[in-house]
């Protein structure tokens, strides 16, 4: 009997390569969003810094405080604001990309494990097959040596 070969097993390791994609492609929307996580929290350090160097300024006893810091302080907090509202919505974006890269790595998935299947499924009925022929074989050698020995 010829040894097995799965017709599909080019389109098999295709899949497999397009996993692999997938998979490196997911990593990476997750990696972006995690940085850009780190990237708000920075923003709001230092938002919360800002704010407790005015509140110390302005709480101070006997010290004067001029309508230029305060400007400097209103122009600084609402430049911080932008910075955070902006960084905000580049987090909306990626953790849309990394759902879409998720989909796809689930498509994938699905798609690979059907092949697999179908793959598992045409050895089990080789291997049932290459045992059917070998009984076979085997009960012509035994009615061959019956026929012999009568």
């Known amino acids: ?6 017709q599909l097993e080019t389109l098999l390791k295709v899949t497999r390569r397009k996993k692999d994609e997938a998979e490196q492609k997911f990593a990476a929307a997750s990696r972006a969003l995690e940085e850009n996580r780190e990237r708000l929290n920075m923003l709001l350090r230092e938002m919360k810094r800002g704010q407790d160097e ?9 010290k004067t405080v001029t ?6 302080y209103n122009t600084f907090f609402g430049w911080k604001r932008q910075q955070i ?5 580049v ?13 796809a790595l689930m498509q994938v998935m699905t798609k690979l494990k059907s092949i697999e299947q179908l793959k598992e499924k045409r050895l089990k009925e080789y291997n ?12 012509e050698l035994g009615l061959q040596m019956t026929m012999r020995n009568a």
């Open 1 to 6: 009997m010829k040894r097995f070969k799965f």
């Open 54 to 62: 005015y509140a110390a300024l302005i709480s101070g006893e006997g």
């Open 67 to 72: 309508i230029g810091v305060i400007m400097t």
């Open 85 to 89: 509202e902006k960084q905000q919505r």
């Open 91 to 103: 987090i909306l974006e990626c953790m849309n990309e990394k759902q879409k890269k998720l989909r």
């Open 128 to 139: 049932e097959e290459a045992l059917r022929e070998e009984q076979k074989m085997l009960d």
